[in-house]
C-alpha cells in the first residue's frame, strides 16, 4: 500500500527506560516506515532520558515533562507534539507485530468512512499464560458500548480493547482527549465517548497484531490489584448519556462491581450499585443474573469457572475440526 499519511506512535513512559527502549524498538521496526516516535516522559527521569538519547533513529523524539502527569494526559501530550494524520498508542510495556500498523493502514484505505478508530486481536500475557482478545469482531450496525459493555454467551463480560491496539485520526484525539487523572479505565471511556461523536466508527481486525504484557488477566478478578474504582465509577455515571441504558447497566455490574469486589467493599457499597444498575430501568434477567453472579460467586471460583468453560469450548471446535472415523 502506497504510505500516504504520517502515523504518529504516542509512547507514555515514566522510570523504566528498558522498557521503553523496547517499545520504541518494535514501533521503529514497523514495516509501515512513514511514522514518528514521540516519547512522553511522565515527570523527571534522567535514566530515560539518556537511554532514548541513544537511540540515532531521526524519526524518534521525546518529551520530557518537569513534573508528573498521569498516563492519559501524558497521551495528550504526545497527541498535541505529533505531526501526523493519524496517532497509534503503545504502552511501554507493550509490543507489537512488525505489520501492525501498515495491515491497519490498509485497512483504513479501505473505508469510505475515515472518521474511524481502528483496534485489533491482540494477546495477553500473564504469568506464562496467554489468551487472545477480544473473543468476539463487532456485529454489523454494533455500538461500541454494546460490544464492550454487553457479554454474549456464558461470559460474564462485555469484550475488550486494549489501548496500544488502537490508531485514531489525529482530528478524533483532539476533539476528545483522555479524560487527565483517571487512574483506571481511561482507553474504555475515551472509546465510549469518541463514538459518539460526529459519526465516529470503530472497527476490529480479526487479525492478533499486539501484545500485551499484563501482571493479571484482563476479564477475572486481580486478587493482589487494588483498582481506584470510585474514580472511573464516577466519571461514568457523568456520561451516563452516552450509554445506552442497558449497556450502562451491565457496565455497572460487571466492570465497577467487579472492582469493588476486588477492593472488598462492604456489603452496603455493593447494594448500592445494584440500585444504580437499576436506575435507568428494570434490567434484563441476564444482566441481574449476571450481576448477582459477580457478587456471589467468590472470585478464585469464578476463575476456575471460567477456564473450565474455556477448556469445555477448546474441546468442543477441536472435536468439530476432527473428522469422523467410520
Given at each position: 500500500?502506497?504510505?500516504?499519511?504520517?502515523v504518529?506512535?504516542?509512547?507514555p513512559?515514566?522510570?523504566?527506560?528498558?522498557?521503553?527502549?523496547?517499545?520504541?524498538?518494535?514501533?521503529?521496526?514497523?514495516?509501515?516506515s512513514?511514522?514518528?516516535?514521540?516519547?512522553?516522559?511522565?515527570?523527571?527521569?534522567?535514566?530515560?532520558?539518556?537511554?532514548?538519547?541513544?537511540?540515532?533513529?531521526?524519526?524518534?523524539?521525546?518529551?520530557?515533562?518537569?513534573?508528573?502527569?498521569?498516563?492519559?494526559e501524558?497521551?495528550?501530550?504526545?497527541?498535541?507534539?505529533?505531526?501526523?494524520?493519524?496517532?497509534?498508542?503503545?504502552?511501554?510495556?507493550?509490543e507489537?507485530?512488525?505489520?501492525?500498523?501498515?495491515?491497519?493502514?490498509?485497512?483504513?484505505?479501505?473505508?469510505?468512512?475515515?472518521?474511524?478508530?481502528?483496534?485489533?486481536?491482540?494477546?495477553?500475557?500473564?504469568?506464562?499464560?496467554?489468551?487472545?482478545?477480544?473473543?468476539?469482531?463487532?456485529?454489523?450496525?454494533?455500538?461500541?458500548?454494546?460490544?464492550?459493555c454487553?457479554?454474549?454467551?456464558?461470559?460474564?463480560?462485555?469484550?475488550?480493547?486494549?489501548?496500544?491496539t488502537?490508531?485514531?485520526?489525529?482530528?478524533?484525539?483532539?476533539?476528545?482527549?483522555?479524560?487527565?487523572?483517571?487512574?483506571?479505565?481511561?482507553?474504555?471511556?475515551?472509546?465510549?465517548?469518541?463514538?459518539?461523536?460526529?459519526?465516529?466508527?470503530?472497527?476490529?481486525?480479526?487479525?492478533?497484531?499486539?501484545?500485551?504484557?499484563?501482571?493479571?488477566?484482563?476479564?477475572?478478578?486481580?486478587?493482589?490489584?487494588?483498582?481506584?474504582?470510585?474514580?472511573?465509577?464516577?466519571?461514568?455515571?457523568?456520561?451516563?448519556?452516552?450509554?445506552?441504558?442497558?449497556?450502562y447497566?451491565?457496565?455497572?455490574?460487571?466492570?465497577?462491581?467487579?472492582?469493588?469486589?476486588?477492593?472488598?467493599?462492604?456489603?452496603?457499597?455493593?447494594?448500592?450499585?445494584?440500585?444504580?444498575?437499576?436506575?435507568?430501568?428494570?434490567p434484563?434477567?441476564?444482566?441481574?443474573?449476571?450481576?448477582?453472579?459477580?457478587?456471589?460467586?467468590?472470585?478464585?471460583?469464578?476463575?476456575?469457572?471460567?477456564?473450565?468453560?474455556?477448556?469445555?469450548?477448546?474441546?468442543?471446535?477441536?472435536?468439530?475440526?476432527?473428522?469422523?472415523?467410520?
Amino acid at each position: 500500500m502506497a504510505e500516504n499519511h504520517l502515523v504518529t506512535v504516542v509512547i507514555p513512559t515514566r522510570n523504566r527506560p528498558l522498557l521503553v527502549l523496547r517499545a520504541v524498538g518494535t514501533a521503529l521496526n514497523q514495516t509501515y516506515s512513514t511514522l514518528e516516535v514521540v516519547v512522553v516522559i511522565d515527570g523527571p527521569d534522567d535514566d530515560t532520558v539518556e537511554a532514548l538519547r541513544g537511540v540515532t533513529d531521526p524519526r524518534l523524539r521525546f518529551v520530557a515533562l518537569s513534573e508528573n502527569v498521569g498516563g492519559s494526559e501524558a497521551r495528550n501530550v504526545g497527541v498535541r507534539e505529533s505531526r501526523g494524520d493519524w496517532i497509534a498508542f503503545l504502552d511501554d510495556d507493550d509490543e507489537w507485530l512488525p505489520e501492525k500498523i501498515a495491515k491497519q493502514m490498509a485497512a483504513i484505505d479501505s473505508l469510505t468512512n475515515k472518521h474511524t478508530f481502528l483496534s485489533c486481536k491482540f494477546i495477553e500475557r500473564s504469568h506464562g499464560q496467554t489468551r487472545t482478545y477480544p473473543v468476539r469482531l463487532p456485529r454489523p450496525g454494533e455500538t461500541i458500548d454494546g460490544y464492550m459493555c454487553c457479554p454474549r454467551g456464558f461470559r460474564a463480560h462485555g469484550e475488550y480493547l486494549q489501548t496500544s491496539t488502537l490508531i485514531v485520526p489525529r482530528s478524533l484525539m483532539m476533539d476528545v482527549p483522555f479524560v487527565r487523572g483517571l487512574k483506571r479505565g481511561q482507553e474504555f471511556v475515551w472509546l465510549i465517548e469518541a463514538g459518539t461523536r460526529g459519526g465516529a466508527a470503530f472497527h476490529v481486525l480479526p487479525e492478533t497484531l499486539s501484545f500485551f504484557n499484563a501482571a493479571g488477566f484482563t476479564d477475572e478478578m486481580r486478587v493482589s490489584s487494588k483498582p481506584n474504582w470510585r474514580s472511573l465509577y464516577s466519571c461514568l455515571k457523568g456520561r451516563q448519556h452516552l450509554f445506552d441504558p442497558e449497556s450502562y447497566r451491565y457496565c455497572i455490574a460487571t466492570r465497577i462491581l467487579t472492582d469493588a469486589i476486588t477492593c472488598d467493599e462492604p456489603f452496603m457499597v455493593k447494594l448500592r450499585l445494584l440500585q444504580e444498575c437499576m436506575s435507568t430501568g428494570v434490567p434484563s434477567a441476564k444482566c441481574l443474573l449476571t450481576f448477582l453472579y459477580i457478587w456471589i460467586i467468590p472470585p478464585l471460583t469464578r476463575l476456575r469457572l471460567g477456564e473450565m468453560l474455556r477448556s469445555l469450548q477448546r474441546l468442543g471446535a477441536a472435536g468439530k475440526r476432527s473428522p469422523i472415523e467410520a
